[in-house]
């Protein structure tokens, strides 16, 4: 096995990711390896007048923070986890943002990530069957090492 130095998951609550972040948490603590766990939300567009070359607006940010909130929450859970399984360098990190590219470029970037970890499929099935799925984005456009966790 490639001796990983920093394994980012991308986490959002879906069985998948879950399966992702303990087969993560395994391979770190196996490795010694940093752990970041993350997750990347969406922001919303106002449909309120349409939708129509609106940005995110300051309506959607009680949303949005707690949507931030409850990320956290959810990542705490998993970070106790990695602790207690002999992780020693695990780092939370929630950001908003476009899930795909976020995992696939920015967040490997920011850490100087050598490999990228996530479930095979996430929670919005309707973005996976418009545009496809963030995992296959992400393995065709990260350029380091992921691995895809089926059921």
Do not use: C, H, W
Not at 3 to 17: E, Q
Not at 57 to 67: H, Q, V, W
């Amino acid at each position: 096995m490639k001796n990983y130095k920093v394994i980012l998951v991308g986490l959002d609550g879906s069985k998948n990711s879950v399966n992702a972040g303990q087969r993560a948490i395994e391979m770190a603590a196996k490795l010694k390896a940093k752990l970041v766990l993350t997750t990347v939300l969406k922001p919303q567009i106002n449909v309120a007048f349409g939708g129509v070359g609106l940005e995110p607006s300051n309506l959607n940010d009680g949303r949005l923070a707690d949507e931030e909130k409850l990320a956290n929450e959810n990542l705490k859970k998993v970070y106790e986890q990695a602790k207690a399984a002999g992780v020693e360098d695990v780092e939370l990190k929630v950001k908003v943002g476009n899930p795909k590219v976020e995992l696939a470029k920015g967040l490997p970037a920011q850490y100087q990530a050598d490999l990228i970890i996530v479930g095979a499929t996430g929670l919005n099935r309707v973005d996976r069957l418009i545009i496809g799925s963030t995992a296959a984005y992400v393995v065709r456009n990260s350029g380091i090492d992921t691995l895809v966790v089926n059921e």
